[in-house]
């Protein structure tokens, strides 16, 4: 459902509460086929008229716009004319029938249910990989009418997350596969307790969505937060997909080894050999294609590949295609477009450290453009991104919570942060309202280095939690 009808129902819900007599109105939307029988026993099962109509207010917030068309034709013909009147001027522009002609697919249902999952936008610059992507799809497709696992694994930066997230932009396959909706977990590396935390989150906003019943207390164990969620996935949400990102630890896959649908991403391809069900791996390539690293690079700076200097091609070949890297310079050069020749200097020099030392991918280049990055910022501005430490990898936070840390209004600190997400140092989840800015865990390498190890920086760990 649009972003303003949905506004306008939650406006008006205590109205809308109070008034309508929900059984009348759910005659004709199941007649117009926007209401299950199964959603309409649920909301009848309530005990009174007004949370019988809470509870049809809850299940229509989840739906489309051709929903909220049908309840407002449905209060016009119950002869509700003046709630109707509430949401006349947020009647969804589209015809129902528009719904499935967006661009590029992304119909308000399917940016509803990403929205809804915590799925991550594309990245500002984006090339697409039609081949990895169709491949990711198609295992999709295998888990139309089974559980099973799917795997998509390679080096650190090669793309994997962000070609996950992009597969799942798909009207079709989402609306087929998982009309029950996508559900995205950053996991990254964690101990148990912090395993326990996610799980806790994941139930809470499963939970969540469900009209009118109080949630439980959240589980205390991993065990119990297994059941729980075997629970609400298998009852609740049986045609979900479950994304686990960035999977470390097998610990982690036999925590969520639940018979459901999940696709995970990952740089170690064996993770999966310890779980139950069918298991389906996607590969994906450490480097991009020469031309399609060649389009980041000319996206990032003068739009055209042919008028890319010839640095650009050395430069490609220097990080091996690599889409973090080539992003990160892409980013530098947009800020300074007469500086070919020292990044690519700078990374042929290779004098950084690995920063995986179990992996024989040449992370030297990798270290070596993160730091370029936070070389070119501002003396003040280093010294802020600096404070950046305190962030875990890929937790969230508004501009607000480092409007306390440094003191600055959060108009100021949306500033400074829009020049770090610009030179791909920090990453902003615009599917939230207020942003949540985040960093990905090979910009902390470069942070940890360059942090200082003073007590003031511990205070404000401290201040950062207790926010
Ligand atoms: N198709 C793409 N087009 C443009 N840039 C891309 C693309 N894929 C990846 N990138 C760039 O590379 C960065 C790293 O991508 P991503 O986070 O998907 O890597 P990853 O393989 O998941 O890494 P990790 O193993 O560390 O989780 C992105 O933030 C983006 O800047
Ligand atoms: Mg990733």
Known sequence: MEERARSCLLRSRSTLVKDIKASYLMDHMISDGVLSPDEEEVVLGKSNRKEQAAALLEVLLRKDNRAYISFYNALVRENYGDLAGILHNDLPLVSPEAEKSFADGCTSFLQMKLSEGGVPQRPVVFVKRPELLNQIQKKLYQLQNTSGWVTVYGMAGSGKSVMASEALRDHTLVSECFPDGVHWLSVGQLDRPDLLVKMQSLCFRLDQNQSGESCPRPPSTIEEAKERLRFLILRRYPRSLLILDDIWDSVVLRAFDIQCRVIITTRDKSLTDSVSGLRLDVPVDSGLEEEKALEILSLY???????????????????????????????????????????????????????????????????????????????????????LTVLEKDVKIPAKVLSVLWNLEVEEVEDVLQEFVNKSLLFRDCNQRPYLYYLHDLHQTPLKCIAKPCCRQSRRLTRVRSI
């Open 301 to 387: 700076t003068i739009g055209k590949v042919q008028k890319l200097p010839d640095q650009a091609l050395s430069i490609v070949r220097e990080c091996k295609g690599s889409p973090l890297v080539v992003s990160l310079i892409g980013a530098l050069l947009r800020e300074f477009p007469e500086r070919w020749d020292y990044y690519l200097r700078q990374l042929q020099k290779k004098q950084f450290k690995r920063i995986r030392k179990s992996s024989s991918y040449d992370y030297e280049a990798l270290d070596q453009a993160m730091d370029a990055s936070i070389q070119v910022l501002q003396e003040d501005y280093k010294e802020l991104y600096r404070d």
